[in-house]
């Protein structure tokens, strides 16, 4: 579906650059890191969430013929800021710190990839900001590194990813959440995985394009995960950004969510009051990939059942290919509502862009 709403002005909440290489990484480490990546071989991670043969993670016009898409500040101007239009555009830079085993390691990533967004991203385009990346193998340690940076109002967000080591409403998760909501942050909760376990409820699938459907219901138990573990209830200002999730199951999913909660609420007292309505307050979810209905009165239809306006969040998801030309907007979704999707909703979900 295309759409005639032009996207000049817009916020767009989730685009991905990618670290070129691991040398690229390597003035931000400690000498005693640096040398330790050169002794032990440490492989370069980034090509873990661009792998080369899954067309969908670039679109090919993105794609250059050397290197991986997305690698520079330059780049992702001309691409993703001119061509949109847009005002700002949020850097979730997806390079697989979450994969590794050493939390010391993992810590030690995580402060690189966020010095080299500042020196190579954020220095070098005044309308880019970024998600601070995280090593959530230990909420100490990733909670040191939100306070390492959290001083440079440009990082607006923390980067999680959908699929951890445990779902992510347990409780040893909560120091990231208090840290968000003390420096007026929310979490941006990515598609991806840790690969600590199956992608799949059921074991390990064959193909990406299972692991790429298998992101759908992840994000099911983790809204479930959040809600009933009593986060909101902990941390009322927070809000969760759902970044490259799709909407369209939100609806069925808090319907059967906020069903069982009836018979079950006893459980979790906490919870007191709908899923529906706390997930209308704290949840926000990222426009693309649309995976709307394919007519605009279908979509029309499912935006009510959304039963808020303020849910959806505009983003592009450059430079992966969800859809061609600059139609990011879909048709069905009114000047009104786009203005609200493109700048008021981002406006509101990220306080430090006010």
Known sequence: MGSS??????I??????SVPNIEALLPYFSDHWRDTIS???VHDLQTIAYPKNAPLTARP???PKLGMPAADANTISTQALDTFQTSIAICNCLYGVQLLMSEDLAAAFASAVNDWMVAELLNKDPRLRASIVIPTQNSEMAVAEIERVASDP????????VMDEKPLGRRSYWPIYAAAQRHNMPICVHAGSAYKHPVTSVGWPSYYAEDYASQA????????????????SEYPDLKVVLAESGFS????????????????RAEIPWVDRTPTEIARDHIRLTLQPVDAPPTSEQLERLMDHMGSDEMIIFSTDYPHWQFDGVDVIPEGISRDLARKIMVDNPKNTYPRLQ
């Open 5 to 10: 709403i032009m996207t000049k002005g817009a």
């Open 12 to 17: 767009d909440c989730d685009i991905h650059p």
């Open 39 to 41: 002794q032990r071989g």
């Open 61 to 63: 016009d993105w794609r």
């Open 154 to 161: 440009r990082f607006v967000s923390i980067l999680m990813l």
């Open 217 to 232: 219901p992840a994000f099911h138990n983790m809204v479930s995960s959040f809600i009933c573990e009593g986060v909101f």
């Open 249 to 264: 199951w939100l609806p069925a999913h808090l319907w059967r969510l906020t069903k069982f909660w009836r018979g079950l």
